[in-house]
């Protein structure tokens, strides 16, 4: 039987750095990350808790430019047309500033799907809350975040997209929803301050703000 691993105070603080580093990742250098780094981040995503132990997240990796292409086109699509939308809200210029996808310059590009029928897990917790599924595959995906920036690796989650465009792209079961997409590479600055804080959109709030008592 192994012995339960003890995290000391350095280990802790080394932790919270991690966190407090983990950062949302768009402007990558143009290094390719090692296909052991890569395999590490998928074996890391998998060790993620999941609602009966079901394990739904599938992961697709990007390997044909011609697709690559194609995601970042309907992005950049979708991305007008939300540009749009801020053009009412006088955001316009604040919106058009920010770069929001790295999906053409990321040396690696994976998209997470939900498999809303996994054979694994045979249905347990999900009888009411349908939904813990994709919760477990955000749980993967927040793991992988946090691999990946442990190794130096930078992490964007793409979101301004048609999910079900995105799936049919890529061509996977009808059972498959889209979770992520998600840009990987090195990071041209490492920050400790989320983008959007650097560019004036959002801050990060208060704790006392988000935390309420019954
Ligand atoms: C579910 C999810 C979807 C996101 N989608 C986008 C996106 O489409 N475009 C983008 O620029 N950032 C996206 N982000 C990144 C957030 O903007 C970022 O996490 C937030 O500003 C805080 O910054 P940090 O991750 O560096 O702490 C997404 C983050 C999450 C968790």
């Avoid at 609602?51 to 086109?73: D, H, I, M, S, Y």
């Avoid at 590009?109 to 045979?122: I, N």
Wanted: charged share 25%; with cysteine; net charge neutral.
């Amino acid at each position: 039987m192994s012995s339960t691993p003890a995290f000391d105070a350095r280990f802790l603080r080394q932790f919270d750095t991690l966190l407090r580093w983990r950062r949302d990742v768009r402007h990558f250098d143009t290094r390719a990350i090692p296909p052991e780094e890569m395999t590490a981040l998928l074996e890391a995503a998998s060790l993620a808790p999941s609602v009966g132990n079901a394990q739904p997240w599938r992961f697709v990796r990007l390997r044909t430019p011609a697709l690559r292409e194609a995601l970042a086109a309907h992005v950049d699509a979708e991305n007008a047309r939300a540009a749009a939308g801020y053009a009412e809200k006088g955001r316009h210029d604040a919106y058009r500033a920010l770069k929001l996808h790295g999906l053409r310059e990321a040396p690696e590009l994976l998209a997470v799907f939900c498999d809303e029928r996994p054979v694994a897990g045979h249905g347990l917790g999900i009888a009411t809350m349908p939904e813990m599924l994709r919760y477990s595959c955000v749980t993967a995906v927040h793991t992988l975040w946090l691999a990946a920036r442990a190794r130096g690796i930078g992490l964007g989650w793409v979101s301004i997209l048609d999910p079900v465009a995105v799936a049919a792209l890529l061509d996977v079961p009808q059972d498959w929803t889209l979770i992520a997409l998600l840009c990987l590479g090195y990071p041209e600055a490492p920050s400790e301050t989320p983008e959007l804080e650097r560019r004036g959109w959002q801050a990060r709030e208060p704790l006392a703000d988000r935390l309420f008592e019954r």
